[in-house]
């Protein structure tokens, strides 16, 4: 076994990502328990530690053999969606104007800040499951996988959804004080 202090599964800055990403899975599959204010306060944030901890993780170099099955089921999926969108429910859709490369155009189209919560859970609660497997090969897998993703996919879908959060936070404010 390779000295733990050298492993990326074990390095200090993956293990404060696990740490944070457990956090964040766990808020959200309690959101019944808070209030709508609660949560996009938490979220407000969990949303950026998560971001930058997402930065700081180590480069893995891994031929994807161990490449982890998804964990998180679509009932799963659906029940953090759906516990989100509970609490948001006029705040959850919103309009965002996206650059397509392609054709050199910008086009709206509509979001769910409860289907961006529950698309990072899941990328978050597939990789949180396998650290709890502590199967090192599928570890560093994940980690791989992870870090890639961030890259391609969750970390702008992170980004996009604080921003809307963001929104919501400082209406519910104004809204009290009329």
């Known amino acids: 076994m390779a000295n733990r202090t050298e492993n990326p599964i074990y390095a200090h800055d993956t293990l404060e990502f696990v740490t944070v990403a457990a956090e964040y899975c766990a808020l959200l599959e309690k959101s019944e328990e808070r209030t709508e204010e609660e949560l996009v306060g938490t979220l407000l944030k969990l949303l950026p530690l998560l971001y930058m901890k997402a930065q700081l993780l180590p480069d893995v170099d891994t031929d994807g053999a161990f490449v982890p099955s998804d964990q998180v089921t679509e009932e799963d999926y659906n029940y953090v969606r759906d516990g989100a969108y509970s609490l948001l429910r006029e705040h959850d859709e919103y309009e965002m104007l996206v650059w397509d490369e392609d054709m050199q155009t910008e086009e709206s189209r509509w979001c769910s800040v409860s289907e961006g919560l ?7 609660r597939n990789f949180v499951a396998v650290y709890q497997q502590r199967v090192e090969p599928c570890m560093l897998d994940a980690l791989w996988q992870l870090h890639d993703n961030f890259e391609l996919y969750w970390g702008q879908t992170l980004l996009d959804t ?10 519910i404010n104004i809204e009290k004080d009329i």
């Not at 529950?118 to 978050?124: E, P, T």
């Not at 604080?162 to 209406?171: A, D, E």
């Open 118 to 124: 529950a698309d990072i859970y899941q990328v978050l």
């Open 162 to 171: 604080l921003r809307h959060l963001h929104r919501i936070r400082y209406s």
